[in-house]
């Protein structure tokens, strides 16, 4: 393969993990805005999501311009696609991540709600 190829893979894959430290910035911070009530930390993640879809968007944009100009085979192959993959789950993560801090604005509208601790281990679990 190309050097220019190559280049593209290792720029694909610097971005692919950029977004993942993102979407789990993005979830640690939700979920601490639900357990925090705090309506402002939750904003954040609202907010943010706009950038998260456009990054998903590129790197699936970037993927397929690879896909088409190089037509990879084996492992460079396998390595795009999974990209792809990952891209796209990451993306949805995000999305859940907006909907925790959606409902972390609902909880402020109420009285003080207790969040089990179990809560927060499960998040540290699942990040």
């Not at 950029?18 to 993640?45: F, N, P, Y």
């Not at 990451?90 to 601790?117: M, Q, S, Y």
């Amino acid at each position: 393969m190309s050097l220019h190829f190559l280049r593209e893979i290792g720029r694909l894959n610097k971005h692919l993990i950029e977004l993942a430290d993102t979407i789990e910035e993005q979830v640690s911070l939700s979920v601490h805005a639900l357990s925090d009530q705090d309506q402002l930390k939750a904003q954040r993640v609202i907010d943010a999501d706009t950038e998260v879809d456009k990054a998903e968007i590129e790197m699936e944009e970037d993927c397929l311009k690879l896909l088409a100009l190089h037509q990879p085979v084996a492992n460079d192959l396998r390595q795009i696609i999974s990209v792809l993959k990952i891209n796209n789950d990451l993306e949805r993560i995000g999305d859940h991540a907006v909907i925790i801090a959606e409902e972390a604005i609902n909880l402020t509208k109420l009285p003080k709600v207790i969040i089990p601790d179990e809560l927060l281990e499960l998040s540290k679990t699942a990040k």
